[in-house]
Nanobody, 116 residues
């Protein structure tokens, strides 16, 4: 079983920064794609950023240039560095790991609140 634990969320003023971490309790991590998603109250989850096992990345247009996703396979951890945060970034952020392109694992989420 794969377990994911997100951390690093909190309350920050607009323009501030946070770094989210997602730690996986599985050796399969380095072979998997990992993504960050967020869900604001009353809204559906949206993709924020994703990183493949080979390190290639993709970002939502709304965060490109402000957020950076990275991974440390030795630590089985993926990070989301969030800079220049905006109130619109307020949401619960979730880590998702995909094994063999079919099986999805989700963390419990970490709250990010950006005040204006």
């Amino acid at each position: 079983q794969v377990q994911l634990v997100e951390s690093g969320g909190g309350l920050v003023q607009a323009g501030g920064s946070l770094r989210l971490s997602c730690a996986a309790s599985s050796s399969i991590f380095r072979f998997s794609a990992v993504g960050w998603y967020r869900q604001a109250p009353g809204k559906q989850r949206e993709t924020v950023a994703a990183i493949a096992s080979n390190g290639s990345t993709n970002y939502a247009d709304s965060v490109k240039g402000r957020f950076t996703i990275s991974r440390d396979n030795a630590r089985s951890t993926v990070y989301l560095q969030m800079n220049s945060l905006k109130p619109e970034d307020t949401a619960v952020y979730y880590c998702n790991l995909v094994v063999a392109g079919t099986i999805n694992y989700w963390g419990q989420g970490t709250q990010v609140t950006v005040s204006s």
